[in-house]
């Protein structure tokens, strides 16, 4: 009876723990999202254990850019996302994105329509033929940068460079 008591207890304690927990985090993730965010207390959203609140933190537009370039370095592709798609991204951080050793964070830093020109030139470089064809598929694209895509030895990444300069003309005529 003692040992079924002492399980008991313990599995309540346990449940306790991870309820509170849990309403810290959640706490933490509506302040992260919050439009009252305060710079005081973002450092210790910065490195929250949750993903979800680092992802809250990176989506929210109020954060300011060097924090953005912080969150650019989590070890979480989640929130390096979010930043890419924060439209309060600076150049700076849009560089650090487009190094990224994750295909998956530069693919979507390749497609966001608010990614500078300069950012999707240096991506035109890539390695992955996947990531060039982001780029040559990019409204955003500059003109020099689809006719240097022309060059690519990739055959898909030629046509769809060749279909955005023929998009340019004809925006121009």
Same mark, same amino acid.
Request: charged share 25%; glycine share 2%.
């Given at each position: 009876?003692?040992?079924?008591t002492?399980?008991?207890?313990?599995?309540?304690?346990s449940?306790?723990n991870?309820?509170s927990?849990?309403?810290?985090?959640?706490k933490?993730?509506?302040?992260a999202?919050s439009?009252k965010?305060?710079?005081?207390?973002?450092?210790a959203?910065?490195?929250h254990?949750?993903?979800?609140?680092?992802e809250?933190?990176?989506?929210n537009?109020r954060?300011?850019? =060097?924090? @953005?370039? $912080? &969150?650019a370095?989590d070890? %979480?592709?989640?929130?390096k996302?979010a +930043?890419?798609t *924060? /439209?309060?991204t600076?150049?700076?951080?849009f560089k650090k994105?487009?190094?990224?050793k994750?295909i998956?964070v530069k693919?979507?830093v390749?497609r966001?329509?608010?990614v500078p020109? =300069?950012i @999707?030139a $240096? &991506?035109?470089t890539?390695? %992955?033929?996947?990531?060039r064809?982001e +780029?040559a598929? *990019? /409204?955003?694209?500059s003109k020099?940068t689809l006719?240097g895509?022309?060059?690519?030895?990739?055959?898909?990444?030629?046509?769809?460079?060749?279909?955005?300069l023929q998009?340019l003309? =004809?925006?121009?005529?």
């Open positions: 009876m003692l040992v079924k002492i399980i008991i207890l313990t599995a309540t304690f449940i306790g991870f309820a927990a849990a309403e810290v985090s959640d933490d993730y509506r302040l999202r439009a965010l305060q710079a005081e207390q973002i450092p959203l910065l490195t254990p949750s993903v979800d609140v680092r809250a933190l990176a989506q537009r954060v300011k850019s =060097e924090n @953005l370039f $912080l &969150l370095s070890t %979480s592709q989640r929130v996302i +930043v890419a *924060n /439209l309060s600076d150049l700076k951080t994105l487009a190094r990224d994750d998956s693919s979507v390749a966001f329509e608010f020109a =300069e @999707l $240096l &991506l035109s890539d390695r %992955s033929a996947e990531i064809l +780029v598929r *990019n /409204l955003n694209t020099s006719k895509l022309l060059n690519d030895s990739d055959p898909d990444v030629k046509a769809v460079a060749s279909q955005g998009r003309a =004809e925006e121009q005529n």
